[in-house]
């Protein structure tokens, strides 16, 4: 469905649920005016206006924005209106005051067109009716008898009915209104922060394109210094420093290896089913041997659908950041299920956050280190996996109490929604 297919079908939902209102109100009127206040109305002609509307209104909601457009349910309403005010006492009645709604409606909904355009027929038919209507004795301005009586009633009715549906309407409105301006900013902020990660993703695709070259230089170089370490007396030493320098640049090469891959960004990869124990383990292969000791895993759910690779990317920032916080302390990593989701939530027991840190925490090249990984993009990264997963990442932390990071992704078709 195009956006304005989308629009229209909106519209259509807002006028129905309003035209029923306004069905209803009239309805009621009928039935309190010929039982409670015993005025006599034609009974068949009435009610049949109130059932084009009640039936117009059933093909409104079937179709939705294939239903016409909208401003022709509008001059129905306003020709019905008239029938029914005809059928009752014409300019006497009191209920005219329905027009204004009808025009208010349409003024919000409608172009400025279509309501000059209603509210010039809304004019002509209240005009006509003082040339052409059924006299009424209930709800004209009879100058004695209860006749007056009852036209005052029948004003304060139509009063508080005709404001009672302007309010209800122009109250949800500004709901909607509301609604719609937090979800435009909202794809706005994931908007900008999709252009931040295209960014990094270039500039990583672009330093692991550079280093590529003097790291096979060095690898080159390192392995020169072996062969001829391997043939001095007592070179044992050399050897052992050219062995870590290959370890070294193996490393390097699997780090550039992921920064090339779009900077994080799980492009390509589909969703799979993920075992949380594989997942664990994983992560664990990535961390050094004094982290891996001192990180809790615990979970009661057996499997996680997500991307392979950027969760476990994901996962891997989140401990290391932990461990960077309380280095000597464990890390916790408790995964739960709940409903049609599953949250991870990640503990640790270090010197926490204030609370501008904390609202920053997921901007790029944000950190609050001194030392290792200055680079900031581990939090950012992990909550643009979890946006485009259709889930959502909070920070709970606050100065020498630690940090708590939860991480909700959806499973099964809803988690599908963002990718």
């Known amino acids: ?39 006599e109305l034609p009974f068949a002609p009435i009610w049949s206006l109130v059932a084009i509307g009640a039936l117009s209104n059933v093909w409104l909601v079937s179709r939705k924005g294939r239903a016409g457009h909208l401003g022709a349910f509008f001059l129905l309403d306003v020709v019905l209106l008239t029938g029914m005010l005809y059928l009752s006492g014409g300019p006497t009645n009191p209920f005219s005051i329905i027009y204004v709604v009808y025009i208010a409606m349409s003024a919000v909904m409608l172009t400025p067109r279509w309501t000059w355009t209603i509210a010039g027929l809304s004019i002509i038919s209240f005009a006509a009716l003082f040339v052409i209507h059924a006299p009424s004795e209930h709800l004209g301005h009879a100058g004695q008898g209860g006749g007056f009586q009852a036209h005052l009633y029948g004003m304060f009715i ?54 590529g070259t003097p790291l096979g230089t060095i690898a080159v170089a390192a392995k020169e210094i072996e062969r001829q370490a391997r043939k001095l007396r007592g070179g044992e030493g050399l050897v052992e420093d050219a062995e870590l320098i290959h370890e070294e640049l193996e490393r390097c ?14 492009v390509g990869e589909t969703l799979r089913s993920i075992p949380v124990e594989d997942l664990f383990a994983d992560v664990r292969t990535r961390l050094t041997p004094d982290q891996g000791e ?117 499973q099964g078709p809803q988690s599908r929604r963002g990718t």
């Open 158 to 211: 139509a009063l508080v009915l005709a404001v009672a549906l302007i309010t209800f309407f122009v109250s949800q409105l500004s709901l909607e209104l509301r609604r719609r301006e937090r979800a435009l900013a909202e794809a706005e902020e994931r908007s900008h922060r999709w252009g931040k990660l295209a960014s990094i993703a270039t500039l990583a695709a672009g330093a692991a394109h550079e280093l």
């Open 1 to 39: 469905m195009s956006p304005g297919e989308r629009a229209t079908a909106s519209g259509a939902q807002w006028l129905a649920r309003m035209r029923w209102g306004a069905l209803g109100t009239e309805a009621g009127t009928v039935l309190v005016a010929t039982q409670i206040l015993g005025v």
């Open 294 to 410: 001192h990180w809790v895993t615990t979970t009661d759910v057996a499997s996680i659908e997500a991307p392979h690779d950027a969760l476990v990317q994901m996962v891997e920032n989140i401990t290391r950041n932990g461990f960077d916080a309380c280095e000597t302390e464990r890390v916790a990593l408790e995964v739960r299920g709940f409903g049609r989701a599953v949250e991870l939530r990640f503990i640790d027991e270090g010197g926490g956050m204030d609370a501008d840190a904390v609202q920053r925490a997921t901007e790029p090249f944000f950190t609050t280190k001194n030392a290792g990984d200055r680079m900031g993009l581990g939090l950012f990264l992990a909550r643009t996996l979890v946006d485009s997963l259709g889930g959502h990442l909070t920070i709970e932390s606050a100065t020498g109490q630690g940090t708590t990071i939860r991480v909700v992704l959806p």
């Open 253 to 266: 090469r699997v780090v550039l290896a992921r920064m090339a891959a779009a900077g994080g960004e799980h």
